[in-house]
């Protein structure tokens, strides 16, 4: 089982060797956008330009309800598959016009759709979780970056500069405010990955500023991606970002850290992920 950085290496490969779609997304009203875990500031990115309302697997029926003015959505899925068949379903018999991005046209919320309103972009198979090429597939969609460039600038750029952090105990990732939206999906990829077995936060610099270091500690380690990091924390290590970077490049070369990160620790995801994945379909069993 690869640790995470060799994925998002395989994962920008991929996406380099076809030409990425551009979604079109027919209807322009008040859009709900619905997704969980990482798919949701995923779905942030898709649309953050447009007029719509963000909310995930629990909260979209609330949403709904405050904002009767929603005429269409998009859920976000990867899978097509644990709660996206229920929620399509649900947001088309309260008749919205529902758009779907996935991985698996041929998915069970796909099948609920006319192809014209799935989105499809690549993805290579993956350890559970990862989820790594699907989310990037479509971020690239949206932002047109060239993924290419990424992995070069990755493995020359960013790769001679990993320390070693098998003494941290506690992550701290430091980014810019424009990044703000995809925060959440670091702290997500901690919580897959170790669990409870470390600490970790995200935060921008701005946030920082507010009492998140009152509290200092002599193995935690401030990495600062895409923000400069002069004040903060007594370990500090910098992930230099392409020239331009834009929302793909932050994700890949934040989870290309914390690949390593993975890679340096003893193999936790690794000794569970195969029994979770077992145990994660009954979750979802009618």
């Known amino acids: 089982m690869k640790d995470l950085h060799d994925v998002v290496l395989d994962a920008l490969a991929l996406h380099a060797s076809y030409e990425i779609p551009e979604f079109q997304f027919d209807s322009t009203g008040p859009r709900l956008v619905v997704a969980s875990g990482n798919a949701l500031p995923t779905g942030h990115i898709l649309h953050h330009d447009d007029n719509a309302v963000f909310a995930n697997e629990t909260h979209y029926v609330n949403a709904l309800t405050k904002h009767p003015e929603l005429t269409c959505a998009t859920v976000v899925s990867a899978s097509g598959e644990k709660h996206s068949p229920i929620i399509v379903k649900d947001l088309m018999s309260r008749g919205l016009d529902v758009t779907l991005v996935t991985c698996e046209p041929s998915s069970s919320a796909a099948q609920l759709l006319p192809a014209s309103a799935v989105c499809v972009t690549r993805a290579e198979p993956e350890p559970i979780t990862y989820n790594t090429s699907t989310y990037l597939g479509m971020v690239l969609a949206k932002t047109r970056e060239n993924p290419a460039a990424i992995r070069e600038h990755i493995l020359d750029v960013v790769r001679p500069t990993i320390p070693d952090f098998s003494d941290m105990a506690a ?112 979750f979802f069993e009618a």
């Open 171 to 282: 992550f701290y990732i430091l980014v810019d405010p424009a990044y703000d939206i995809i925060r959440e999906m670091f702290i997500t990829k901690f919580d897959e990955l170790f669990g409870g077995r470390v600490a970790a936060r995200c935060f921008t610099t701005e946030q920082t500023l507010h009492a998140k270091t009152v509290v200092p500690w002599e193995r935690e380690i401030f990495i600062a991606l895409g923000a400069e990091n002069k004040h903060f924390g007594e370990h500090r290590y910098t992930a230099p970002l392409t020239e331009e970077p834009g929302f793909a490049a932050a994700i890949a070369v934040g989870y290309y850290v914390i690949g390593h990160i993975q890679a340096q620790f003893p193999p936790y995801f690794k000794q569970h992920a195969e029994e979770y994945a077992r145990i994660q379909k009954s």
